[in-house]
């Protein structure tokens, strides 16, 4: 299993290593997918007004 943080740090590479094994990584989607989750992250662990 990889390490979320490290994918994030170096998505590129670990497209180039997946390739390799015949996956492709939709680097763009993830980086939109994590930008989401962070939103939706920040909202939620917002105290409640």
Same mark, same amino acid.
């Given at each position: 299993? /990889? @390490?979320?943080? #490290? #994918?994030?740090? @170096?998505?590129?590479? #670990?497209? !180039?290593? /997946?390739?390799?094994?015949?996956? !492709?990584?939709?680097?763009? +989607? /993830?980086? @939109?997918?994590?930008? +989401?989750?962070?939103? /939706?992250?920040?909202?939620? !662990?917002?105290?409640? !007004?």
């Amino acid at each position: 299993m /990889l @390490d979320p943080k #490290i #994918i994030r740090s @170096d998505a590129q590479t #670990i497209a !180039e290593a /997946l390739k390799k094994k015949k996956f !492709e990584l939709d680097v763009e +989607r /993830l980086a @939109d997918l994590d930008s +989401r989750r962070k939103i /939706l992250q920040t909202a939620t !662990e917002r105290p409640a !007004e």
